[in-house]
């Protein structure tokens, strides 16, 4: 199953402000007005400033496996979201939706993540918080 | 790089000097605390409250207001309406992103200008003779002569300059020189080393700050640039930064048809 999706971007304005995050700049390396949804089973978590970074194998309808990588924002901000080390292990299967990479490459901004049962990793939050 | 013994000791530091900045305190005018960076929209992307526009009423005629305080930040080529020199707009078409990832580059602080807008707490120790901020962003820690009137000729570079400030009323008012030169909006455009900061801190209410920043640069742009940000208190402190150099070995290890 390629689990690969572009979605419609009318929702960019509220995204991107839910997962922009200075210095490493997200429209440098996305498409912050897209968004793409993958399916994986994680191989690495690394809950570190200034991005975190999730690595996950995504397994084409073609039956290749593509390795992918996600970063999301700040840790320090994800910690009063809930995250922490522990909020993704490897070996577990996550759904995520973000923004695809400007240069085509297996690269996303993860917007926000689900575990196996639909459930959202960490809180999501409100347009201010 | 920084070591380890030596961004412990600057650390140490900062937190010496905000706990005598808070023994000092003798007549508090409320900024003290945890703040948040509203991620809402801020300034010019929705209409300014009342202590807002007070504030903006403060900035030199013709100041360009940015619209990227906060979560928003400009694609490549968008100044925000800034009149850059044409040298660094001509710089700006041949910048690299991949400089973001460097190894040597990826937990340089980027300057207070830039630093202050993004959307990171901040922590504010107020005393008498010292005001002392805190930004989780890269662990910077400012520190604001309230004793002093003229800037230090003398002091260093850095990306958090030398800040002298005053109490205007209920305003703080901090004037900053002494930048490093950094970016002004992580696309590829930085300011010089002679940018110099002027900030107002005012309370709208007892649980929101209004921050002013504008600055001016005659070596990058012409004229005044400004920015309005709101934040909002809480009962936190700002966390380690800790940033991890080898962050950029991860996205440029990254696959797929395009990868570099």
Redesign the interface.
Known sequence: MNNATVLPSFVAGLM??????????????YK?NERVTISGTVTEF?F????A?L?LDVVAENGET????A?TT?P??L??RGWSQQSVEAGERVTLEGMP?V?????VRIVRAFRADGTEIGVP?G??? | MPSLAARIAWLAAGTALAATAAAQSPEAHGIAGFW?L????LPPRRNPSPTEAALMAEFPRGTVLLGDA???????GDYGGLELRESLREAAKSYD?AA??EVSL??RP?GLI??M????PIEVFEGRDLIVIKL???DLVRIVFMNESEHDADWPHSPTGHSIGRWDGDTLIVDTVKLTAGTLF??GVDHTEDAHLVERFELADPNTLVVTQQFTDPGSFTGTAARVLAF?RGQ?HV?P????PT?GL??D????????
């Open positions: 991107l402000a839910a997962s922009a995050a200075a210095h490493h700049s997200a429209p440098v390396f912050v690394r570190s400033n200034p991005h970074i690595k593509q390795h992918w990588t970063e700040s320090s901000i910690r009063r990479s240069d085509g490459s297996y690269l939050r347009t201010d918080n | 948040s509203s991620f809402g929209a906060g979560a928003v930040e400009f694609a490549p992103p973001q990832t990826t937990c980027p830039y630093s807008q993004g959307p990171f989780e962003y890269f992580n696309n909002t936190d966390y930064y800790d940033c991890d962050y991860a996205i290890s990254r696959e797929g048809p395009a990868a570099r």
